[in-house]
């Protein structure tokens, strides 16, 4: 078990720019959820996969966010024209459906929109 | 709309010290509720509890959850510098697979 992966660990962007974000699960673990954090708040659900299929999207999510995970293994997650309210840590999270609802977190992508 | 709320929002108490953190859900369709303890970075699983007023022990940590009064406790007695963290809960509701977290409570324990 070598954890949830994430790539970058930072990012700092202009605003404008297109950003993308890389997340490995545990390899065994077939759903993968990404979350959003930012300072003083609990993460926020964004969107969750299992296997390749995307089965749920925050209705909070802008059409600027996207999210594919195209062979059920790694996931990515692309910000378009990114807005400096877009600056937050963005969590990914793994699980298998035997283990339910327990989710391995990985460490993060701090994203700074300038 | 799924909702937990934690309280309090922070504490500061002394090595030695027992403290509780509560966290109150909204009662529709929930299913279970979890505690993850965050420090630098990812959030690490404590406990999941669906069944009410059974305790869940992890060494100087144990959580218990009450269906009837919608809310769940995390004790931690005899605190130490390690301790100091962000404790999150957050529920589970039928028919979703996701977790929606509350906002955190701030513990810090001085040595």
């Known amino acids: 078990d070598t954890g949830v992966s994430q790539d970058p660990r930072h990012k700092i962007t202009k605003r404008g720019q297109n950003v993308t974000f890389r997340c490995d699960p545990i390899?065994?673990?077939?759903?993968l959820y990404w979350y959003r954090q930012t300072l003083g708040q609990g993460p926020e659900f964004l969107t969750y996969f299992q296997n390749e299929a995307q089965l749920e999207k925050s209705r909070l999510l802008s059409d600027r966010f996207s999210a594919e995970r195209p062979k059920g293994s790694f996931s990515t997650l692309e910000i378009q024209r990114t807005e400096q309210g877009d600056s937050a840590m963005y969590l990914c999270a793994s699980s298998s459906t035997t283990q339910g609802a327990a989710l391995h977190f990985g460490n993060g992508t701090r994203l700074t929109v300038t | 709309e799924d909702k937990v709320v934690q309280s309090p929002l922070s504490l500061v108490v002394h090595e030695g010290d027992t403290v509780t953190l509560n966290c109150s859900y909204e009662v529709t369709n929930f299913r279970s509720l979890l505690w993850y303890k965050q420090e630098k970075k990812a959030p690490t699983f404590l406990f999941m509890l669906?069944?009410?007023?059974i305790e869940k022990k992890s060494g100087r940590l144990s959580s218990i959850l009450d269906k009837k009064e919608l809310f769940s406790i995390l004790n931690i007695t005899a605190t130490q510098t390690g301790d100091s963290a962000i404790y999150l809960c957050?529920?589970?509701?039928?028919?979703?697979?996701?977790?929606?977290f509350g906002a955190g409570t701030i513990l810090r324990v001085k040595s």
């Open positions: 390899s065994e673990h077939n759903r």
């Open positions: 669906t069944s009410s007023g």
């Open positions: 957050a529920g589970i509701w039928q028919y979703g697979n996701k977790l929606v």
